[in-house]
Nanobody
């Protein structure tokens, strides 16, 4: 069965850290580019970080630059988003999205809730 499973969300105080994981099973993420998106209550889903197939290039929205780090481990079939210095405005459901380099095939994670609150 092909699936993408996210984990690592939760409740954290402002200034805290969380580590989100996105694990692929039933297929290899080796040839997929990866995007992390989030959707806050009442807002549209927005992409804020992406990483290339090779892992050699990563980009971030200004809202998370310097605080979040995206990485991938093709051997472990896992994508990681390290989130530091979290702010209340980071509260959202976080999704990973994979797109195949050649076929355009897309997979979505199920989403994980991140809540930043004191």
């Amino acid at each position: 069965q092909l699936q993408l499973v996210e984990s690592g969300g939760g409740l954290v105080q402002p200034g805290g850290s969380l580590r989100l994981s996105c694990a692929a099973s039933g297929f290899s993420l080796e040839y997929y580019s990866i995007v992390w998106l989030r959707q806050a209550p009442g807002k549209e889903r927005e992409g804020f970080s992406c990483i290339s197939v090779s892992g050699g290039s990563a980009n971030y929205a200004d809202s998370v630059k310097g605080r979040f780090t995206i990485s991938r481990d093709n051997a472990k079939n896992t994508v990681v988003l390290q989130m530091n210095s979290l702010k209340p405005e980071d509260t959202a459901v976080y999704y990973c999205n994979l797109k195949h380099l050649l076929t355009g095939e897309v997979y979505w994670g199920q989403g994980t809730q991140v809540t930043v609150s004191s």
